[in-house]
Structures are given as C-alpha cells and as structure tokens.
T-cell receptor, first 115, second 111 residues
Framework: DTGVSQDPRHKITKRGQNVTFRCDPI?????LYWYRQTLGQGPEFLTY????????KSRLLSDRFSAERPKGSFSTLEIQRTEQGDSAMYLC?????????????FGPGTRLTVT | EDKVVQSPLSLVVHEGDTVTLNCSYE??????LLWYKQEKKAPTFLFML??SGIEKKSGRLSSILDKKELFSILNITATQTGDSAVYLC???????????WGAGTKLIIKP
C-alpha cells in the first residue's frame, strides 16, 4: 500500500459550481479524517469516520459541505455552490484501528481554487 | 476580545505518569472546542466537545468541557514517549468558520 491517496490533486472551478473530492485511505485503516487548510493557517478539522459511520463533524459541514464514506473504504467530500472563500487545500488522513491517539497518515491533499 | 489560553505552556513528566492539560476560553457565541495533537507535521484531531459535562474518551486520552466555567481539560493516563507533542486547543465560535487557537502545551515524556 502506498499510503493515503486523494483525487484530484488540483481543481479549478468557477464560483457556484459543485465539486467532489475523493480520498482512498490506507487499507485496513478504519478511521478517515477530512481537514481544510487555508494559507497561513493550520489544518482545521472537518469530519471523521469510523468505518462508514460519521462520528464527528464540524459546523462547516452543516452548510454547503458534505462527506460520505458509504462502504467504509474510500470517502468523498462535496462542496456545493462553491465560493471564493472555499479556496484551500483539502486534506484527508487515515489511522489504524487501535485508537484515536495513533498517528494519522495524511494524503497529498486536493488544492481547490475557486475563480 | 476572544481568547483561548492553555496551561501549562510546557510540561515534562516521566513515562507512566498521568497528565492534565488545561484550556480556558473567553469567546462570544461559543459553538465547540477542539483538541489537536501536533508532532512534527500538521495537527491531528483528537476530540470535539460541544456539550458540558460529557466526557469523551479514546484509549488513554479523555477530555471534558465545562461551559459554565469556560474551560476544558485533556487527560492522558499511563503516558508513553509517543505522547510527546504539542497539544493544541481551538474554539469554534458562531461566526464565519474560523477557529481561535490557543498557544499550545508542549508535553515531553521522558523514558
């Protein structure tokens, strides 16, 4: 396994369009996390899944953002009606089944630019 | 002015000890408080707390929020050297989605 993968790596979209990103975690990692990172800021937690169950989500996901992990493997993050403020790096991470204090392995991220 | 204050700023203990990290806040329109662990890379999520008095627990880590006294604690029991990190506290307030971060507590676990 080569690690966490994300697709696409870069996405340029016009304001108002919907976008969807995909994350494939390390196989057998049952926890999957989504973060958003803007310039000059640390990653901000969006949501996490344990298997297919979404256990926590930040307030941001109650608006135009939604995430799914239907089969407990890959996950998708969708942003509807994109705004220029959504431009950021979207990071996915996964961790082992042994516990939340275990290390999270990050993917390369999807850089979103909204024009 | 909104602020998040963590204490202590640094802490050195021996493996096996129990530690308690503190985070107090003064934030208008509080929504939730988050704990992160940062090692060499980006901070990784630990807990999100929105309700007072409900302990969240995962393995040797636990956290609780007191919305009346405006603080949260993060407990780590039976510490291991791998727990050495900076522990960050952040508060989400009811405005545009932007976290207010504490300065962090640097925890060093000696073998």
């Amino acid at each position: 396994d080569t690690g966490v993968s994300q697709d696409p790596r870069h996405k340029i979209t016009k304001r108002g369009q919907n976008v969807t990103f995909r994350c494939d975690p390390i196989s057998e990692h049952n926890r999957l996390y989504w973060y958003r990172q803007t310039l000059g800021q640390g990653p901000e937690f969006l949501t996490y899944f344990q298997n297919e169950a979404q256990l926590e989500k930040s307030r941001l996901l109650s608006d135009r953002f939604s995430a799914e992990r239907p089969k407990g493997s890959f996950s998708t993050l969708e942003i509807q009606r994109t705004e220029q403020g959504d431009s950021a790096m979207y990071l996915c991470a996964s961790s082992s089944p042994r516990g939340i204090e275990d290390e999270q392995y990050f993917g390369p991220g999807t850089r979103l630019t909204v024009t | 002015e909104d602020k998040v204050v963590q204490s202590p700023l640094s802490l050195v203990v021996h493996e096996g000890d129990t530690v308690t990290l503190n985070c107090s806040y003064e934030v208008t329109n509080f929504r939730s408080l988050l704990w992160y662990k940062q090692e060499k890379k980006a901070p990784t999520f630990l807990f999100m707390l929105t309700s007072s008095g409900i302990e969240k627990k995962s393995g040797r880590l636990s956290s609780i929020l007191d919305k009346k006294e405006l603080f949260s604690i993060l407990n780590i029991t039976a510490t291991q050297t791998g727990d050495s990190a900076v522990y960050l506290c952040a508060v989400d307030k009811d405005s545009n989605y932007q976290l207010i971060w504490g300065a962090g507590t640097k925890l060093i676990i000696k073998p």
